[in-house]
């Protein structure tokens, strides 16, 4: 009997931990709103909630690799654990594994520390991992737990990207009025193509640019106004008609998407 309570004072310890860490993420992470924020804040509570070794979050890259958005151990070698965050966010599975205490601590004795690998999920989607060492028992138990948190992190993921993108087009649409506002209040032509290229720089976020005007005697295209380092690229002579991007644009009325040499 007397080990049969050990046993259920162990499993209520180690199931207030849990929820203990559950909560202190959740609150955490609840408290930031930027992405590296976050990010940043979520792994340090991790680890200090679960007293882990050392840890790291990916998330996928435009590329559709993962990349390493925030890690924690003195080492920076973190390609070969790229490899296996690949593997957990393309199978959706929680992946265990051992590795090495030299990675992380400089002391002369090394041993093998537990390590997990969980995806972030929201809404059904992968959106990337989180690797930690130093667990006390790599279970089901303690993958669950992890499994939970990331499903934590990966929905406070998804708000600060939906928060950014908010950001980005209230931002958007504030350059937008100033733009509408410098046609509308002035009769300057300088000032008004002035304003409206450098407010094209700020939503699109180029390195350079330039207005071209026809010239309704000549035919010609002219670089009225241009803006950044390739500035002398873009003043040279107007393109000759049959490779002209701008005349095509000119006569089509649709975009072009070009690579600028």
């Known amino acids: 009997s007397t080990l049969r309570l050990r046993r259920v004072e162990n499993n209520l310890r180690t199931r207030n931990r849990a929820l203990a860490a559950l909560n202190a993420v959740s609150q955490t992470i609840g408290r930031a709103v930027e992405l590296p924020d976050v990010l940043s804040s979520a792994l340090d509570q991790v680890l200090d909630s679960l007293e882990l070794v050392a840890g790291m979050i990916t998330l996928g890259s435009a590329a559709g690799r993962q990349a390493v958005a925030v890690q924690r151990w003195s080492s920076s070698a973190s390609g070969p654990y790229l490899e296996i965050a690949e593997q957990v966010a393309r199978g959706d599975e929680a992946v265990t594994l051992q590795l090495s205490s030299s990675l992380f601590d400089s002391a002369e004795a090394m041993q093998s520390l537990p390590a997990a690998c969980v995806p972030l999920r929201s809404r059904n989607r992968v959106l990337g991992t989180l690797l930690v060492v130093?667990?006390?028992?790599a279970g089901d138990e303690a993958l669950d737990l992890l499994l939970t948190i990331g499903s934590q992190i990966g929905a406070a993921v998804e708000r600060a990207r939906l928060y950014e993108d908010a950001q980005r087009r209230s931002d958007d649409l504030a350059v937008l009025n100033e733009i509408t506002r410098a046609v509308t209040s002035?009769?300057?032509?300088?000032?008004?193509l002035t304003r409206s290229l450098h407010g094209i720089r700020q939503i699109l976020h180029v390195q350079a640019?330039?207005?071209?005007?026809?010239?309704a005697d000549s035919?010609?295209?002219?670089?009225r106004n241009t803006l950044g380092a390739v500035e002398a690229w873009l003043r040279r002579p107007a393109f000759q008609p049959d490779r002209d991007v701008a005349r095509q644009v000119l006569g089509t009325g649709e975009p072009v998407i070009f690579n600028a040499v």
Do not use: K, P, Q, Y
């Open 219 to 223: 035919g010609e295209l002219h670089f």
């Open 134 to 137: 130093g667990l006390g028992a």
């Open 186 to 192: 002035s009769l300057e032509l300088d000032r008004v």
């Open 209 to 215: 640019g330039s207005l071209i005007l026809l010239d």
